[in-house]
């Protein structure tokens, strides 16, 4: 696995990074930091998955709950082919599997 190295990475703490199979994020976080790991997608040329999340400050809807169980689908997806090309992260598919099968309530689904 290459080592990260690029002008951006001249720290001697993120110099000797592994470079990365993919990207994962959630956008519960500001704008401008989805917008950095789309810089970054493109910088490295890997795939780039942005969980969708609603925004609940009063409760989980039974609406909102079937959007992020689409949403852990479409992840789980997403890992099945990016692991599959990496051949590294069986792990964060079982994870997803497993928040899945809590979601959901079926044990069937981790």
């Known amino acids: 696995m290459k080592s990260i190295r690029s002008p ?3 720290s001697a703490a993120f110099r000797n990074l592994p470079r990365p199979d993919m990207f994962v994020c959630c ?3 500001c704008r401008t930091v989805l917008m950095w790991y789309e810089i970054q997608d493109r910088f490295f ?3 780039l998955f942005v969980l969708d999340t609603p925004f609940c400050h009063t409760g989980f809807s039974a609406d909102a ?6 949403q852990i689908n479409e992840y789980i997806a997403f890992l099945e082919v990016a692991c ?9 598919w079982c994870a997803a599997r497993k928040v899945l ?7 069937n689904q981790s």
Do not use: E, H, M, Q
């Open 8 to 10: 951006a990475s001249r």
């Open 27 to 29: 956008n519960n976080i």
């Open 45 to 47: 040329k890997i795939s």
């Open 65 to 70: 709950k079937r959007y992020v169980k689409g």
């Open 84 to 92: 599959l090309a990496a051949d590294t992260c069986t792990s964060a």
């Open 101 to 107: 099968s809590r979601i959901t309530g079926d044990p």
